[in-house]
């Protein structure tokens, strides 16, 4: 999922089935005027490790015309899970009414166990290393940590 800092996260849905996988759906939005956008995606376990993991991952966008009501769209998503819902089972099924940013996103993630938010402790070598790899400009982050550059 690619958010930008205009976007406007509506709503997230999560759906765990145990071992075997889950899905997470996310309804985002630039602004009153643009589409609602929609995103799927499903994962399915291959190990259990929560980073680094080779589970696989698909993704699925859908897009509903600018002009629907906010409700309709929040109820054709859950149409759609409610296939899922009942074919499968699941053990979570979360559903977070977020209307803001994604740094609000990630405030309300960050109360979620199944979200698995890693934070970073910025004097863990292990965790700058973790950083790296997903390309965190790591001295940057340090940076900020130590206000350095923030009068420029």
Do not use: C
């Amino acid at each position: 999922m690619e958010l930008n800092e205009n976007t406007k996260v509506i709503a997230m849905w999560f759906l765990n089935f145990d071992d075997t996988g889950n899905i997470m759906v996310t309804l985002t939005r630039e602004d009153e005027q643009s589409d609602w956008n929609g995103e799927l995606r499903v994962r399915s376990y291959v190990d259990d490790k929560n980073f680094e993991s080779n589970d696989k991952k698909s993704t699925h966008g859908r897009t509903w015309n600018k002009d629907m009501k906010e409700k309709d769209v929040i109820k054709s998503i859950d149409t759609l899970l409610d296939l899922y819902r009942t074919a499968y089972k699941p053990n979570v099924d979360d559903y977070l009414y977020i209307n803001g940013s994604s740094q609000d996103m990630m405030k309300v993630l960050e109360t979620k166990d199944w979200a698995n938010m890693k934070k970073l402790d910025l004097d863990n070598e292990e965790d700058m290393e973790y950083a790296r790899k997903l390309g965190i400009d790591v001295d940057e982050l340090r940076n900020k940590k130590e206000g350095v550059g923030d009068n420029e």
